[in-house]
């Protein structure tokens, strides 16, 4: 089976900047995906990692490590509507289906 | 606007009833997912859907039941054999092999 572990709470400051680590084991990896999800809301698509190294698109960067089957989601200049969960994701197996880790609460402060 | 539209937003269900929840895409998308999440955690994986009139289990199917008789539809049915359906019930959709995922706006099952 998958398994993936991430912090499940995180608080930072406005214009600081926060990194969600997230840890996986799993069987056939594909990538690694991040997804936020603001209280009672849907998820919504942040990026996606199949290979090694920083993909940037714009406040927010991921990164991905296949060899130490490890990511993080990198948020610049913070901003309170950042506030939210965020979740990594594995895609493995023969229809590339996801499996979510828990989430990590992002609190940010004024 | 193309989009994934789930309802009723909040749905309630007496003992030993079967509920089904719409879900809905104008995406024109092959693949369709159904996920539960329970308070404080993350999504799991009930059924998905790669293609019309297919579908597979995923890690919590036993309680449930899909169908896929059109590409823009893929209802979910609680049915009384699930025995803690309270949760908050998320549909999405994909193109094929992508994991990018689209998702609705989610169902709130609870039981009276």
């Known amino acids: 089976g998958q398994s993936l572990e991430q912090p499940s709470e995180v608080t930072a400051v406005e214009g600081a900047i926060v990194q969600i680590n997230c840890t996986y084991q799993t069987s056939g990896f594909y990538g690694l995906s991040w997804y936020q999800q603001h209280d009672g809301g849907a998820p919504t698509f942040l990026s996606y990692n199949a290979l090694d190294g920083l993909e940037e698109t714009g406040r927010f960067s991921s990164f991905l490590s296949r060899s130490d089957s490890y990511g993080y989601l990198l948020l610049q200049e913070l901003q309170m509507k950042d506030s939210a969960s965020y979740f990594c994701?594995?895609?493995?197996?023969?229809?590339?289906?996801?499996?979510f880790g828990s989430g990590t609460q992002l609190t940010v402060l004024p | 606007d193309g989009g994934i539209t789930q309802s009723p937003k909040y749905l309630f269900r007496k003992e030993g009833q079967n509920v089904t929840l719409s879900c809905e895409q104008n995406?024109?998308?092959?693949?369709m997912y159904w996920y539960r999440q329970d308070p404080g955690q993350g999504l799991r994986l009930i059924y998905y859907s790669q293609i019309v009139n297919d579908f597979q289990k995923g890690d919590i199917a036993e309680g449930y039941s899909v169908s896929r008789e059109k590409k823009e539809s893929f209802p979910l049915t609680v049915t009384s054999a699930q025995k803690n359906p309270t949760a908050f019930y998320l549909c999405?959709?994909?193109?094929?092999?992508?994991?990018?995922?689209?998702f609705g706006s989610g169902t709130q099952l609870s039981v009276l």
């Open positions: 995406l024109n998308h092959d693949a």
């Open positions: 999405a959709s994909s193109r094929q092999d992508s994991e990018k995922l689209f």
């Open positions: 994701a594995v895609s493995s197996g023969s229809a590339r289906q996801l499996t």
